[in-house]
């Protein structure tokens, strides 16, 4: 069988960190068994709110043996170097051989037995392995504090081949072995186990299910099924639905009652309450939310009403809290709330809130765009936001929708600030999509106009965010003929005018930052021609992104046909033979004497006359069915002439001809990026 289990058992995990725990778990592990030599057919990894679980099936009992030549230092290096390598080695000087002029050591691993290494591997796991947070407690017995863990460790399961392998823990005062406990409240009795099955049941036994995919698929069952029965459907939230899975080690299913007098509040406030605070489903019966919720439970108490009870008296509480704060906000229409702005610092370098409001409405083309940028962030005051950040947005539709705004601009102040990201969808409605680019252009313009940007993986004002939400909102919109450098040049200009200094580059580094982003938005989408195309872009009198993502697209399809195929081939022999060229030459249509070079040129010219029609009017696909009709062209040139012909002239007129289908192809996309 040569199974190996383990399992690390602790006070619970953060349910927000399971799942990076379980993948980490997995990753780690088997790494450290790769160094060791050991050799294993599969591994898996599985965690619960207390526990994190590896499994490895057909662990071998010996690992490979390691042969290895280590290079040291020089021959008659000072004997300090001599001795540190010696150290490292574990062999002395006359173990060695010279080599080139330097010593070299052979150092032989043999193969050791699993059960010898697993101290040491068990001890480099919890070495190695990175929490967010990490916490370390006292140990009274020694006065010390233990090894850091996301929470105190209680016990730890370590069996191979059904027998319990026993080792102390550095750190831990804990010996490893083969005894596990339930259900912290339902079966919170020691249980031995001999194998991965046997622990798998006997923890279902104690109101333990392992697996989170299996607990989160009987959550998801058991609402929808206790909803039926009322004639309700849950709404669908998957991050409540991981969350709450990452806390229960069995689930149970309830369903309560919201009070009646509630009932009045809009139906995201009531929904994200009690999501927020009491981590309940809500309810839909048809598109309007129910006055019921759903709530999951550790346990499943002999009172089952006096729970419920409970549970709903805690909502009562959080509602009229929301209640309270809904009806405060409107006693003063959102306009009112404006000057509030003014005081709140958007950042200390580029100004408040209300500074930043005033931007974009110097952005807006039209009266009702202007005035849902002057609205836009005003919810950011409301009680209710204050209460709930995640309504920002959806506070200032509902309340401009009740002060009379238009649809419109009600409809604005909430998709603003989509897409909050890759998975998010992108606004339609034109105005929504107007006061989206401008709210993220002057966030961009602004942080790189005054030199933040971001820095390896860190990016606290989200402008990675905010350039991908340019790019989809570009990329989606109608309007081909949309520049980004006209938006970028008057968000700078509006910079200016409030005295905001930002760097002279602010819209070259805006647009480069950008173009970085497309190429990971296209490069996503399998396209092998991006460099190709974008790598002159931002150098180019005019920024059209959905243009660019279009070329891309088209580009890529022909260079999967052999059309495709040939003209890349072509363009690099042409450019193979222009490195001869030093300078640009002329052509001269009475030194074509050829009918193939007669017949390329008169290709040519008519290519180019049709490119500026296909170019202005974005007509990719016809532009590359244009540019594969080169190939009977070109190939026909290079087999019946010979370009370097001793006649100077004429071979200068055929390195000119060259040259114009290396324009006409350089038009599209710089060939000489594609692989």
Not at 20 to 26: E, F, I, K, L, T
């Amino acid at each position: 069988m040569n199974e190996l289990f383990l399992e690390f058992y602790s006070e619970e995990i953060p349910a927000r960190m399971q799942f990076d725990a379980q993948r980490q778990a997995h990753d780690l592990f088997a790494k450290l068994l790769t160094t060791q030599g050991a050799t294993y057919q599969t591994i898996a990894a599985f965690v619960a709110p207390q526990r994190l679980a590896i499994r490895v099936e057909q662990l071998e009992p010996l690992t490979q043996g390691t042969a290895e030549t280590r290079r040291g230092p020089r021959v008659g290096a000072p004997d300090a170097a001599l001795a540190g390598f010696a150290k490292s080695t574990g062999q002395s000087q006359d173990q060695w051989q010279e080599r080139d002029g330097y010593w070299c050591a052979d150092i032989v691993q043999a193969g050791q037995e699993i059960t010898q290494i697993l101290p040491q591997l068990v001890t480099a796991f919890l070495d190695q392995f990175a929490w967010p947070k990490s916490m370390r407690w006292h140990n009274p017995e020694t006065n010390t504090f233990t090894r850091p863990w996301i929470r105190p460790i209680r016990s730890i399961v370590c069996v191979y081949n059904k027998k319990p392998i026993q080792f102390k823990i550095p750190g831990l005062n804990l010996t490893t072995d083969n005894k596990t406990a339930g259900h912290r409240f339902l079966a919170p009795e020691s249980i031995t186990v001999e194998s991965f099955a046997d622990y798998h049941q006997r923890l279902k036994d104690a109101f333990v299910i392992l697996d989170h995919q299996e607990r989160l698929k009987m959550i998801k069952q058991s609402l929808h099924d206790q909803a039926a029965q009322l004639g309700m459907v849950v709404q669908e939230n998957q991050t409540l639905l991981e969350e709450v899975t990452g806390l229960v080690d069995y689930p149970f299913i309830h369903i309560g009652k919201i009070d009646p007098q509630f009932m009045h509040l809009p139906d995201q406030v009531l929904s994200t309450s009690m999501r927020i605070h009491q981590k309940y489903f809500s309810l839909l019966k048809g598109n309007k939310l129910a006055p019921y919720f759903g709530v999951v439970t550790n346990v499943n108490p002999t009172d089952m009403q006096e729970m419920m009870d409970g549970y709903e008296r805690v909502l009562k509480a959080r509602l009229s809290d929301a209640a309270f704060f809904y009806h405060t906000d409107n006693k003063a229409p959102l306009a009112s709330l404006a000057p509030k702005l003014d005081t709140i610092i958007f950042h200390a370098k580029l100004g408040s809130l209300g500074q930043k409001a005033q931007r974009l409405q110097n952005l807006m083309t039209t009266e009702n765009g202007k005035r849902a940028a002057h609205l836009c962030k005003t919810d950011l005051v409301t009680h209710m936001v204050g209460e709930f950040p995640e309504l920002q947005g959806v506070m200032g539709q509902i309340y401009a929708t009740l002060n009379g705004e238009p649809d419109d601009v009600a409809v604005a102040l909430k998709e603003h600030y989509q897409p909050l990201g890759p998975n998010d969808d992108c606004p339609t409605a034109p105005l929504s999509v107007e006061l989206a680019l401008a709210d993220k252009i002057d966030t961009l313009v602004g942080f790189l106009g005054v030199g933040i940007k971001p820095t390896g993986s860190k990016d606290p004002f989200g402008l990675r965010r905010a350039a991908l939400g340019v790019i989809r909102l570009l990329v989606n919109h109608q309007d081909v003929n949309l520049n980004l450098l006209t938006l970028l040049q008057q968000s700078f200009d509006t910079y200016q005018k409030q005295q905001v200094i930002l760097s002279p580059q602010t819209v070259q580094d805006v647009v480069q930052f950008i173009n970085d982003r497309l190429t990971v938005y296209l490069q996503g989408q399998n396209l092998d021609c991006v460099g190709a195309v974008l790598t002159t872009a931002v150098k180019a009198s005019s920024y059209n992104v959905r243009s660019l993502s279009q070329r891309t697209l088209a580009l890529h399809d022909l260079l999967k046909t052999p059309a495709g195929t040939a003209l890349k081939a072509a363009y690099r022999r042409a450019a193979g033979i222009l490195d001869k060229a030093q300078d640009s030459h002329p052509i001269n249509s009475d030194l074509l004497k050829e009918p193939s070079e007669k017949d390329l040129y008169a290709h040519l010219q008519a290519l180019l006359k049709a490119y500026d029609h296909l170019l202005s009017n974005h007509q990719y696909q016809e532009l590359m069915e244009q540019l594969a009709g080169i190939r009977p062209f070109i190939d026909a040139f290079f087999d019946g002439v010979m370009v370097n012909c001793e006649e100077e002239a004429v071979r200068l007129n055929r390195y000119g001809l060259l040259q114009l289908f290396v324009q006409v192809v350089s038009s599209i996309a710089d060939f000489n990026q594609l692989q």
